[in-house]
């Protein structure tokens, strides 16, 4: 008989949708070496119980401190909108429970750095949820250039694509609210390619940037008033990493046309990697130090059993989808509790990225090249 | 409180676990009006009760009659190989279950005939699982063609190549033995796009073809012994349909570099319609009636909420996988058995692909154009 | 000072065209070894004076037996419709002319063999215009096949599609007439794909198909009259090559969305090739044997030095378009005569691919297959 | 009889060669008004004899001064190193000659200004080579945008990546010393994005980048000797745009894989536009304004004849190269001449793009914005 390891859930939106799933599927394909119990679901608004009784979740409730308070629950994930992120994540740890985060972790890196440091005072496991770390494709990317087939990184270019806010008639969601979501495209979209570039090429050192709300007010759904628009739609930054590699960036979500396009490119000096999350079964890769000849792009159906994560799924070119990557993140967080091992990417990741979008911040309202801040002292 | 619906599933295999999947997931995205019950997995050979515990199986067994004779259990599903397809489905249906059968449907025409009938007959809910129909995808393909975006059809291709039967180092499968599997890639990989082609196009008349085994023998894991292969690996076809169109279609398990790559090609009067299915998340479309100036091929992110199935998954460009279709297809199945409605394909729709393949090896035999056989005789 | 080489070229139509264009660029790009003359352009119809000065010829008439009579002239050109071909060239042959002749060779078989023959006889240079065979990634494949890159050729696919005969109001075109064009489809673009086909795979052992005149009748625009439109359309047919591979092809003139699209697919035992006219530019290559982990279809930019003819053109990445394979062969052509070599392809192989086309139709019209007739009698 | 204009070409290298053929090719296909004469080409080095006599000039010279004192010369080219281009077009300019000049038009904006003003003084033709306007794909594109198909431009991405440079192996050029080339990358590459940038979406208000030298010495094939490279091979920018927009900008001579790859992206309030210039003869349009179920980014072949340019050369599908937008840009520039009309690009286009540059250095070296210099004070 396996040991249990329970689970609170709190956020039952689009994310705490995507994480019951990842739940719900992950023992049917993987072994993270214990039984996961899908405990309770935590929500505020419609229909919580609901929720929770089709998603799997043995209870349910509208207070997260309840979650944090139940001492059957080991671990906690939290799918709040950021501005809740840091309270929770830090009460969590302090209470001993393990903690997967959205991303962006927080929405400043003063509370990042005060949760990545709650976590490691508790000793607990955490994880902040930059899945596409975890879908195979990426993995072989970041396989490749550990086996050193690309030469060492000169260039990197990431831009996350999407358009769900391009007509004036989407309406005012907390996404658009900078106090609620931190950030917009920059930190929402951001997070997501800043993550990629410190796992694929290491450590920013400066940035310069800009950014832009193009829709400037929408109409709230609850009381029909015209809103403000407080977050940026439109965002670019360039990059210096610490390798001297130069980096360039882009997050739009009103570019027409593109609908989760998040596509990087890492340059070598032997080859070079692309990658597009709208046909994210596939990697293209090229190798330079072949014959000239022969030399070209090739695009790698990632769904071969000897790639990351596959084995577990279907047979070569069955390809897979967006949630599969949550699904892989989730067995990476269990495991590492139930082995004692150390899950990746962990809040120090989180709060890595936060500093980048930090220092972008102060680039783009200063004008100038920022340097990352310090975040080691 | 929903009315249960018990399911018994025959075989535990790749397919059997593909329809454990479904249903495991069906409820999570979809309500079919029932609530379903995974009651009992029957399987041959290793391991059947932990399968049968992993996938969320109530119990097991190894015998397929005695699913038949358990009197809770209100529908079959049947992923055996080919050769066991007729004795089940027809012992299912007497017995008064809903089945939903693999494809093939049967190993051959008469059998496919014989289960038709029966499944008639019994008056029960009867399904073929010809998946890919249940793609957003290729239901939007339809959708155009039923709106009559593409005029009339005139000219249809579809090539099924997959590779991983090139290697002479495979073992020797039941898919290599024409007496368990009926054919080979024609029919395997050929069903597929023979019931597309009837879907999209319509009706076959006649047919022409050929057909190869490449690797002609093979070892058994089971005893060592090299076997000889019986089955085509390689196979093609021409073909008239009722409406006058011409058919174009290849199978292949030995194409290097495609892994599961079924393409079609729909070419009407006014536009043409082109999907992969390793990039199944889109289509692509031609409207010839646009100015010149315009036309171009545009490729469809088939994410969008107004697309076939979609509004029950994830935001747009958030793509899902092959496996999803399953999830489509129980649905539908389900579904229609809790409103007594027909779901789609049924068996009709199986008999109607093996005259097709029966067509094809009496013309390849015949080194001639054979009509396809007249089934409502 | 190099000696001087003097053409005639009969036929001042889109093909006199390109014809005039490869010889006007021929010696700024590459050094046949002779001084290449324009010396006349043959016509009927519209302006041949105004034609023949704005295209670079000396003189021009409207007789082609002119051309032929004329002692000064090396070496013949003919781009007239099929109907013309063999009279010509076998005119030409009997003065003592090097003959290029358009594809397909000519209208049935009986005329190409006579056409073979008396080149043969007189020990001319003879080459017919396969111009595809000249692209740089059609010239590479056949370098990979021949390195043995792809291993044993077991499959090809070819089909060649474009819509510019799709809208009823395309007047009425020698294209659309028997008599004139001895084919529609099948002929002017299959005789393309079959080349290619012989080229890269080998001889065709027999063939079955069909073919259709999707739109039956079209208004003449010299006099207004509705006119039966003789030439199909459309068409498809299987092949089995002497070596023992499977051929699949298919032409279509009313392919909506495909402008000039010949593709060809290349399987062998160890890798594969694909190529698309529309983009010909470009190669893709699988090669098998190499990791798992790293095989995908590579797009080879074919435009390195190390590439067939680039070397002349640009630098990489500058790419070529459709014009330039009539540059490469007019050089292999001038070539070829400069230096009593042989030219390739020649008339045997124009002769080769219309006893293929007369096996299509006679395969066709009994519905059976037909062995390709023997011409080595 | 048509007027003759009388030609001086001024550089023998690869550019001279694509100028060359550009004049040979143009009558073939355009009626640009005049007869063109190719009457001296000017070369320092190698065989300016004979490169002369095979591009089909009358003479040849050493001296470029000898081309402008020519009084039979009209209009004088310059493929020069960016370092020669002020002092040759300021004489040209002032001894009346129409002149066309290779990007970017000068070394720095000082040059370039100096450059403009000598022309317009002059009252000369004058024309700055990029190109790329000149292909019909990017015509196109432009002419949506004028057609308000997209909206009003929000977003502009650009990169231009080649890998040449990427072995240290490529000897020492002058592309590498900063003193002939004015800038590397950011200028070679960076200036045709920039051009591109202005023309479709308009001027620039403020830039921020970086660049960097990442192969920083090589061998001089002349001497042997190691020099160190003062040009940079790789650079990004940040741009905004007067209209508001934010642009995104890299250039790379050291792109792994990359031979020509010149890409954009317009975004605009209600649609895109991308382009590859590896695939110049297609362009890729999104209209966000169709029903969501049939959105989707077209892939327009640039190739019918109501496309810019397209009718003089070949039919559909048939596809153009990249020497192709040579021709065009002489026939607008010679025809600018005949009609006494305004030709495009011009120098102020060529002075525009090297006040940007001369910003984005600025910004580069301050580590801050930089506006662009207003050149209209």
Redesign the interface.
Known sequence: MKPRLSIGLIGHG?MGR?H??AL??L??FFDPGVAVVRKTLCGIGDDVAGTAA???WQGWTNSWEEVIADPEIDAVSICTPGDAHREIAVAAAQAGKHVLCEKPLANSLAEALDMYEAARSAAVKHVVNFNYRKLPAVA?ARRFLQQGR?GEV??F?A?YF???A?SPDVPFLWRFDKAKAGAGSMADNGSHIIDLARWLVGEFAEV?????I?VKERRSVEDGAIRPVTTDD?????A?FEN?A???F?T?R????????LVFEV??????LVFD?????E????F?DE???????????V?????PYISRW???????????GFVHQYYEFVKAIAEDATPSPTFYDGMKAQAVLEAIETAWRG???APVPDTEA
Chains 1, 2, 3, 4 share one sequence.
């Not at 310069?208 to 832009?212: D, F, I, L, R, W």
């Not at 340059?267 to 070079?272: M, Q």
């Open positions: 689009f995507a019951s799933h719900h599927d023992e049917f089709r998603y799997g072989l690309l000169r260039f270019r831009t999407q358009d769900w391009l310069a940037g800009t950014a832009e193009t439109t965002a670019a930054f360039l210096r001297g130069i980096g360039l882009a739009n009103t570019s027409a046309g593109h609908k989760n396009a340059t070598g000096a032997r080859g070079a999350l709208e046909r994210l079964n990697l293209q890769v090229y330079y014959a000239p000849e022969r030399q070209g792009f090739r695009t790698i159906m769904t071969d059993p000897s790639h279907w047979p070569p070119g069955h390809v897979i989808g967006w949630e599969h004008k100038r090249w």
